[in-house]
């Protein structure tokens, strides 16, 4: 765990960096960052290369315990660093649900024993995700959550969502809404528009989406919480943030590659891998979120990462389950689809999503961990599902020809993924 990064160019919006330097790391911690020799230690060449804070991918689902066929917090860990995320939070939807310090402790523990990178656990804000009662809560927090979500699903009873608003506050941890208003998209298994119409297959309408983030923002000014909206996918939810924001709501945003990526029309050959929760929107709706990205409506790109097993994908699509993998195509996606200047792009991967879950110690300064994110932004790669570490295989962007990509992530000054040339 003793290391130095020669070279790089390292970029910290946090702090106003973007130089070629030399970090040097010591014990898994960054000791300086400046130029020197230190010829004791071993070298990590990144001349060339984009030096960044660890990527955190803020909105996974790892689907231990309960679906380990799916996918385990030991491969999803090492499909993480593959993308170079030096951390995730993981989603309380399991079997059964982290909504109690047990599950949290061993989420935890499982981690430390196999995770590549850091796992922050999100608790269920309702026993069960039933939506009736809430979790323990404040055990959890105790236990490490990093913040409660009903995740999977949404909240729907108002009164409850309310509750978990104003007691989520004396944690300081941020409440992550599924915005969905579950009797409005009954049914639906994508986005409803013309491509639903022309399928004959029942749609999702984005009214389904802003009808609950609405609620959701008169509840968070109600109670001055602290409100993230996950997986955002429409125009209207764009908007509505936007506007929030100016009147100074706590709330933050993220979308996933897949949002701003494809269209409804990637549904029109029935592939199942087109099919997710919020669904695929039209071409308005990812132009609004590219701009929703570009103007800082956005905070972090997040990928959704929801692994299922080949078999469940291979039903027709009206019965196939929701979800994409995406922690290993995040990086390139964004990379090659956004037009964005680095700084940005840093601030999405990785200051905000360490803001909205509060994790401390974060970005490169002395002290702190040393969680590294190396980019090659020249990098022409093809992303190959077959050779994916996640253990699930439903992935739209399997022969995808991107351009940019991250080929090593250090965590704790160790180096747990490299790809170089
Ligand atoms: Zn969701
Ligand atoms: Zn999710």
């Given at each position: 765990m003793n290391l130095v990064v020669k070279n790089g160019r390292i970029v910290d919006p946090s702090q106003s960096i973007d130089r070629v330097a030399d970090i040097l790391i010591r014990d898994g911690v960054i000791r300086s960052i400046g130029d020197g020799t230190f010829s004791d230690l071993p070298v990590f060449d990144a001349g060339g290369l984009i030096v960044a804070p660890g990527f955190f991918d803020i909105h996974v689902h790892l689907r231990e315990p309960g679906t380990e066929e799916a996918e385990t917090i030991a491969t999803g860990g090492s499909a993480a660093v593959a993308g170079g995320f030096t951390a995730v939070a993981a989603m309380p939807n399991t079997i059964p649900p982290n909504d109690n310090p047990s599950i949290t402790h061993y989420i935890i523990s499982e981690a430390r024993r196999s995770s590549p990178a850091r796992v922050f656990p999100v608790g269920a804000i309702s026993k069960e995700q039933r939506g009736e009662t809430l979790a323990e809560i404040g055990e959890m927090f105790e236990a490490g959550i990093a913040g409660i979500s009903d995740d999977g699903k949404p909240v729907m009873n108002a009164q409850l969502f309310r509750r978990a608003l104003e007691y989520a506050q004396m944690f300081d941890m941020p409440v992550i809404q599924h915005c969905e208003d579950s009797n409005l998209s009954k049914g639906g298994v994508m986005h409803e528009g013309i491509y639903s119409t022309r399928l004959g297959l029942k749609g999702m309408p984005?009214?389904?989406?802003?009808?609950?983030?609405?609620?959701?923002?008169?509840?968070?000014?109600?109670?001055?919480?602290?409100?993230?909206?996950?997986?955002?996918?429409?125009?209207?939810?764009?908007?509505?943030?936007?506007?929030?924001?100016?009147?100074?709501?706590?709330?933050?945003?993220?979308?996933?590659?897949?949002?701003?990526?494809?269209?409804?029309?990637?549904?029109?050959?029935?592939?199942?891998?087109?099919?997710?929760?919020?669904?695929?929107?039209?071409?308005?709706?990812?132009?609004?979120?590219?701009?929703?990205?570009?103007?800082?409506?956005?905070?972090?790109?997040?990928?959704?990462?929801?692994?299922?097993?080949?078999?469940?994908?291979?039903?027709?699509?009206?019965?196939?389950?929701?979800?994409?993998?995406?922690?290993?195509?995040?990086?390139?996606?964004?990379?090659?689809?956004?037009?964005?200047?680095?700084?940005?792009?840093?601030?999405?991967?990785?200051?905000?999503?360490?803001?909205?879950?509060?994790?401390?110690?974060?970005?490169?300064?002395?002290?702190?961990?040393?969680?590294?994110?190396?980019?090659?932004?020249?990098?022409?790669?093809?992303?190959?599902?077959?050779?994916?570490?996640?253990?699930?295989?439903?992935?739209?962007?399997?022969?995808?020809?991107?351009?940019?990509?991250?080929?090593?992530?250090?965590?704790?000054?160790?180096?747990?993924?490299?790809?170089r040339a």
């Open positions: 984005a009214a389904a989406e802003e009808t609950m983030l609405s609620r959701d923002i008169t509840l968070t000014q109600l109670t001055r919480g602290k409100y993230h909206v996950a997986h955002i996918s429409t125009r209207g939810a764009v908007e509505m943030v936007r506007e929030a924001k100016a009147r100074g709501v706590r709330i933050s945003a993220e979308v996933t590659p897949h949002h701003f990526t494809l269209t409804d029309a990637a549904v029109a050959d029935y592939d199942t891998n087109a099919k997710m929760n919020p669904p695929l929107r039209s071409a308005d709706d990812v132009a609004a979120l590219v701009e929703a990205i570009e103007d800082g409506t956005v905070d972090a790109i997040a990928s959704d990462h929801a692994p299922h097993h080949i078999n469940l994908k291979m039903l027709e699509f009206d019965r196939a389950p929701f979800g994409i993998t995406g922690l290993e195509t995040s990086v390139g996606l964004a990379l090659t689809k956004l037009q964005l200047p680095m700084k940005r792009l840093i601030e999405l991967f990785s200051i905000n999503p360490q803001k909205i879950m509060k994790v401390k110690g974060w970005g490169l300064f002395e002290g702190s961990a040393a969680d590294l994110t190396i980019i090659d932004l020249k990098r022409n790669w093809t992303f190959d599902v077959h050779q994916s570490r996640s253990r699930s295989r439903n992935s739209p962007f399997h022969g995808w020809q991107l351009k940019g990509k991250a080929v090593a992530t250090i965590v704790g000054g160790r180096v747990v993924y490299e790809d």
